[in-house]
C-alpha cells in the first residue's frame, strides 16, 4: 500500500470565495476481476451541521461534527472497516464487510470510498444495488464535546474508528448515502 496525499485548493475568479479540499487515500495495487473487492462509494457525514437525531453513544443529543475536528481526523478514516447489522438499522463493529481507501471534504460533505468483501458477504451486493436507500454513520473514539451542558453536542477533536452501511432513515444524517460503483452483470462479465 502506498498513502498518498492530496490537498488542493480552489478559487475561482468570477467570485471571491474559495473553495478548500481535503482528500487522503490509500492506494492498493489493481487486480482485475478481484472477486472479493466491490467498489463503494458513500457520504459518510455532514460537517458543520447538526444531525437529524441523536446517534449512538451521544446519550440523546444531537452532534454537530465541526470540519476542523473532521480535517485533523482525516487520515484516522484510511483503512478502517465499514460494517453493517442485520436489519440495517444500526451498527454492528463486529461484523465487518469492507474497508475504506479514500476520505474527501469537499464543502460540508465527507465523503468515502473503498472496497465491500463482495465474495465473503454476497447478501449485501443484492441488497445494496436493490436499494437507493442506504445511508452511512461514522464511528469516533476519543471524541471531544465543546460543551456537555449544551442540547447539541459540538465535537470539536475525534478519531474516525470505521463506519456502517444502513438505512438512511435510520441514520443521524439522513442525507449520507451509499453505493456500490460497478453494476452486477458488468461485475460478473469481469470475472468470468
Not at 470540519?67 to 451498527?91: F, N, Q, T
Amino acid at each position: 500500500m502506498h498513502p498518498t496525499l492530496r490537498h488542493r485548493r480552489a478559487a475561482s475568479a468570477q467570485r471571491s470565495t474559495a473553495m478548500e479540499l481535503h482528500a487522503m487515500a490509500v492506494e492498493f495495487p489493481v487486480v482485475h476481476g478481484h472477486p472479493n473487492r466491490l467498489p463503494f462509494e458513500g457520504v459518510l457525514t455532514l460537517l458543520d451541521v447538526a444531525s437529524d437525531k441523536a446517534p449512538n453513544g451521544a446519550r440523546g443529543h444531537r452532534v454537530i461534527l465541526t470540519r476542523g475536528a473532521a480535517e485533523k481526523a482525516l487520515p484516522s478514516l484510511l483503512g478502517m472497516a465499514v460494517d453493517y447489522k442485520a436489519g440495517w438499522d444500526g451498527h454492528n463493529a463486529r461484523q465487518k464487510c469492507g474497508i475504506i481507501t479514500s476520505a474527501e471534504i469537499e464543502g460540508n460533505r465527507l465523503t468515502v470510498s473503498g472496497y465491500l468483501f463482495a465474495r465473503d458477504f454476497p447478501e449485501l451486493e443484492e441488497k445494496l444495488h436493490a436499494s437507493d436507500s442506504m445511508g452511512m454513520s461514522y464511528e469516533l473514539a476519543d471524541a471531544h464535546v465543546a460543551d456537555m451542558h449544551s442540547s447539541v453536542w459540538t465535537v470539536t477533536r475525534a478519531t474516525f474508528t470505521g463506519a456502517a452501511i444502513l438505512l438512511r432513515e435510520k441514520a443521524a444524517y439522513r442525507n449520507t448515502s451509499f453505493r456500490v460503483r460497478r453494476p452486477v452483470a458488468r461485475r460478473k462479465l469481469a470475472t468470468a
